[in-house]
C-alpha cells in the first residue's frame, strides 16, 4: 500500500533510517527451538531501562535530517482526555482488586498547528471536570481540574453547599508536571491526608501525610511503596500499606522508574502517624512465595483487615483477614505479642481458586463480590465465626448481565452496577436480602465511579444519566463548550468474527454519513486481562469526528470482561488468537459495511492493545491504512523477566514452558515480522492489491515505562526496519516505521496535560497526513 497525501500536499519521501548494531551471536534455545535475539545487547545492564537515554540524544539530529515529516503535517491542536490516554491499569489485577549507542527511531517534531484549529480544539477541551466526591466526617473531598491544567487538584468542603478549598494541587509539585498523585487516602475523621507521588508516571510510590484542617505536611516518608492502598484505621492513629524491600544495592535514585528488575517479596506494614518508616509495624510477608502481591482494606465498621492476596493478574485471589479488636495491644504491641512480628491473619480462602472482593461486614458475616462457580460474578455471603466454609448466595450469577461492582450505601441498601452488552445498569438492592428495590436507568457511557458508605444517607454516581431518576439529583453536571451531542450518532453492532462468534462493537460518527467507503476510520481494541473496553466521551475523538471526518470505533473483542470470565478465557493463553481474529474481523466489517476502505482504516491500542495491533498488522498488513501501537508487550518470550510481567503468565502463558512457547511464537510480534518474497510482492503491486507493505507504523513508549519496558517497543522498531529493508534503496516498503518515545514519562499513568495532547497531536498528524486525510474547518 502506498502513503497517501493530504488534499493540497505530496505524500511522504521514503524515510532513511539510521543503523542499528546488531549481534548475531545471541541465540537462546527454547525448547530445541533455537531464537535469536540480535538487540538484546542494549539490555546489557539488565536492571536499568536508563539506556534509552544514551540514544536519545541522537534523536533530534535524526530528526533534523528527516524534517520532511516535521511541520508538514495537515495543521491540528489536538487534546488530552482526563486521566491519560485511557491504557492504565491494561496490566493490574481486575479493577476491583493494575541501549547503548544509537537506535533505528525516527523523531517526530510536534506539528505546527495554525492558531485557529489549536483555539477550536483547545476551546473544546477547556472546561472543567470533576470525580466523584467521598465523604469524611462531614467533610467532602473531590478532584477537580478546570480545564486545561496539568493535573487535577483535591479539593475539600464542609457540606455539600460549602465553600471548595484546594487541599492538594498536584500542579505544584513540580515545574515540568512529570510528578504526579499516584493514589490518597483520608482518615475516617476527616483530619488526615496520606497520598503518593510518582516520578515520570512510575509505578513506584512515596508516601506523604498532610493534616487536613491548616495543610501542615507532618515529617512521614514512605518509600518504594509499590502496588499498594493506603488503609487507614478507625481511630486515625496510622494506616495499612505494601511496599518492597529496598534494594540493596546499586538501588539508583528513589522512584525513579528506571528499573526493571523482577519485583519480588512484597509486604505489608502498618505505620503511625508521627513516626520513622524503620518504625513501621511489618503486619505480613510470606518469603515461601515471593511472588504473591498483598492489598490490605479495612471494613467500614473499623473492626478488620481483609489481605486480597494475589499472584498473577488473573481474577483470582487468596482471602486472609484480621480482627483488629482481638489484638490484646492493638498494632502496637504485634511485635512483643507475635514472636514473628506479624499480625495473626486467618486465611478464609487460601486457594487461588475465585475472585474475591469485600462488599460490606455485620460484624462477622461477611459480603464478597465474587467469581466462585460465576464466570459473570455475584454476591455470596460467610460467617467467619458460625460456618467458614458454607457461603450462601445473596444475588445470584446474572444469566446474561456480569456484575461489575457493588456499594453498600445507607445502612442495608446495595448499589450493583450490571454490564450487559456492553452497556451500564445500575439497580438498587437490599443488602440483607438481594432483593430488587428499583432500577436507575442511565444513558449509554461508562459509569466511571461511585462514592458512598453505609453511615451516609447519600451515594455519588459518576456517569451519563437520563432525564428521569428516581430519588436521584444531579450534584455537579459538566458542559464541554462548543460540543453538541445531536452533531453525532452513536450505534452498537454485532458482526462475525473468524469461527463465528458475535462481537459486539461501538461505532460514532456525525449524522447523515454515507456509507460509501470513503471515510477515515479509528478502530480501537484491547482484549485482555477481563477489561471492558465501555463507551466513554472523549474530546479527541471528537475533534477526529468533526475536523477529519472520521468514524471512531471501538471493538469488544474476546479476552476482555464485556461478557465474564468465559469471554475473557476465550481470548487468552492457547485461546489468545481469537483476539486478533476478532480485531482483524472488526475492520473486515468496517470495509464491507462501507464506513471506510483498507487505505483509510487507522487501528489503535495501548499496552495489551498495543501487542494486538501489533500481532494485527504482522497477520493483515493489507487490511489497515495505519497502525498506532502504544507500550505495546511486543517480545513474548522474554515480558515475565521484567518488574510486573510475571503476573501477565495468567493470559499470555509463559515460554519456560514448552506448550505455552509454541502459542506465544505463533503470534510474538517480535518474532513474526515477515517480507513478501520479492515475486509475491511484485505480483500484489502489479494487481493493486493493498498487501505488498506493512502499513505506516507509528509505535509509542516512554523513557521511564516500568511496567511494558521500553526494550519492547525499541526491538520491535529495529526488527521492522531491518527485516522489510525499511528505507533501503530498492525496497518496496517505503511507507514509515517510526517511533515516539516520551521523556520523563512512563506506561500511561500520571502524564500532564501537555504531555498529553503533544502526544495525541503527533499521533493522530501522522496517521492524517499517511491516509491522505485533510482538516475540515
Known sequence: MGSLATADEPSLPPLKYPQARRDDDIVDDYHGVLVPDPYRWHLSSSSSVSSPHKWLGHLPKIGEKEDQIGGRF??????????????????????????????????????????????????????????????RRGSYFYFHIPGLRPHSALYVQRGLGGEPDVLLDPNTFNEDGTVSLGMVGVSDDGEHLAYGTSASGSDWVTIRVMRVRDKEHLPDTLSWVKFSRIAWTRDGRGFFYSRFPAPREGGGAMDSGIKTDVNLNHEVYYHFLGTEQSQDVLCWRDPDHPKYIYVPEVTEDGKYVILSVSETSEPVNK?????????????????????????????????????????????????????????????????????????????????????ESACAVHGHKLLVNYLSDVKYVLQMRSLVTGELLHDIPIDIGTVNGISGRRSDSEVFIECDVSAEI???????????????????????????????????????????????????????????????????????????????????????????????????????LANKQNCFDDFIAAGEFLVSAGYTSPARLCIEGGSNGGLMVAACMNQRPDLFGCALAHVGVMDMLRFHKFTIGRAWTCDFGCSENEEEFHWLIKYSPLHNVRRREKEKWAAAAASGALGGQYPPTMLLTADHDDRVVPSHTLKFLATMQHVLRAGAEGSPQTNPIIARIERNSSHCCGRSTQKIIDEAADRYAFAAKVMGVPWID
Open 319 to 403: 482471602l486472609y483477614y484480621c480482627d483488629l479488636s482481638a489484638l490484646a495491644h492493638g498494632l502496637g504491641g504485634t511485635k512483643s505479642t507475635h514472636g514473628n512480628g506479624m499480625l495473626p491473619f486467618v486465611k478464609l480462602v487460601d486457594r487461588f481458586e475465585a475472585y474475591y472482593g469485600l462488599i460490606a461486614n455485620n460484624g462477622t458475616e461477611f459480603t464478597f463480590l465474587t467469581n466462585k462457580n460465576a464466570p459473570r460474578y455475584k454476591l455470596a455471603r460467610v460467617d467467619v465465626d458460625d460456618e467458614p466454609e458454607s457461603w450462601t448466595d445473596v444475588v445470584p450469577e446474572h444469566e446474561k448481565a456480569v456484575l
Open 470 to 572: 428516581p430519588e436521584m439529583d444531579v450534584y455537579r453536571e459538566i458542559s464541554v463548550p462548543g460540543f453538541d451531542r445531536n452533531e453525532f450518532e452513536a450505534k452498537q453492532v454485532f458482526y462475525p468474527s473468524k469461527d463465528g462468534t458475535k462481537i459486539p462493537m461501538f461505532i460514532v460518527s456525525k449524522k447523515g454519513m454515507d456509507l460509501d467507503g470513503s471515510h477515515p476510520a479509528l478502530l480501537f481494541g484491547y482484549g485482555g486481562f477481563a477489561m471492558s473496553m465501555t463507551p466513554q466521551f472523549s474530546v479527541t475523538r471528537v475533534v477526529l469526528m468533526r475536523n477529519l471526518g472520521f468514524v471512531t470505533c471501538v471493538a469488544n473483542i474476546r479476552g476482555g470482561g464485556e461478557y465474564g470470565e468465559d469471554w475473557h478465557r476465550a481470548g487468552s
Open 74 to 135: 495537515p495543521s491540528m491542536g489536538w487534546e488530552a482526555e482526563d486521566g491519560g490516554a485511557g491504557f492504565e491499569g491494561g496490566e493490574g489485577v481486575r479493577g476491583r482488586a493494575g541501549g547503548r549507542g544509537q537506535r533505528r527511531a525516527v523523531h517526530l517534531r510536534p506539528p505546527r498547528a495554525p492558531a485557529r484549529s489549536a483555539h477550536r480544539a483547545g476551546a473544546l477541551f477547556d472546561h472543567p471536570r470533576f470525580r466523584a466526591p467521598f465523604k
